[in-house]
Nanobody
Framework: QVQLVESGGELVQPGGSLRLSCAAS????????MGWYRQAPGKQRELVAR???????NYADSVKGRFTFSRDNAKNTVYLQMNSLKPEDTAVYYC?????????????WGQGTQVTVSS
């Protein structure tokens, strides 16, 4: 089992910045990928940024150039730096981890953290 705990979500004005954190604990070996997803009211959950063990980070087109994924292996924590926030970035942001222990694939989610961008 992997536990993911997000933090950092809050109300911010348009153009502002936030940094989300996701601390992983438990059986974190063999984690293949970690990422951030978001879900706005009435919409499906969507990928925001995802890092795989191959060293590649993918971003949604809507956040490219504004959001940055980073990680601190010593703290087992990943971050999402969000700059130039827009009202359409308002959503619950979820941390995700994918663990592969051949032949099984396990997926874990955090509880989510609310980001609201509004004046």
């Amino acid at each position: 089992q992997v536990q993911l705990v997000e933090s950092g979500g809050e109300l911010v004005q348009p153009g502002g910045s936030l940094r989300l954190s996701c601390a992983a604990s438990g059986s974190i070996s063999s984690i293949y990928a970690m990422g951030w997803y978001r879900q706005a009211p009435g919409k499906q959950r969507e990928l925001v940024a995802r890092f795989t063990s191959g060293g590649r980070t993918n971003y949604a087109d809507s956040v490219k150039g504004r959001f940055t994924f980073s990680r601190d292996n010593a703290k087992n924590t990943v971050y999402l730096q969000m700059n130039s926030l827009k009202p359409e970035d308002t959503a619950v942001y979820y941390c995700n981890a994918v663990k592969i222990v051949v032949p099984t694939r396990e997926e874990y989610w955090g509880q989510g953290t609310q980001v609201t961008v509004s004046s």
